[in-house]
């Protein structure tokens, strides 16, 4: 993630209320970074609303907040 990404971070309210419709799962991904490279670390299906807490509960780390 650059810093422009850092900075434009969608709030999770955001996501929610523009989603029509939402979904019963998602594909949560996790990836790394090590210079250019970019590699998949975790990928796994989660239930819609875990995968928005672990989404919220990683920008809050992010943020310093945790």
Do not use: W
């Not at 090590?34 to 989404?55: M, N, P, T, W």
């Amino acid at each position: 993630m650059n810093e422009q990404d850092r900075n434009q971070r969608i709030p999770l309210s955001e996501i929610v209320n523009a989603i029509p419709i939402q979904p019963q799962y998602v594909l949560l991904i996790v990836t790394e970074k090590d210079g250019s490279k970019q590699r998949v670390v975790h990928c796994d299906l989660r239930e819609f609303g875990e995968a928005l807490a672990i989404y919220d509960g990683a920008n809050q780390y992010l943020r310093g907040e945790a």
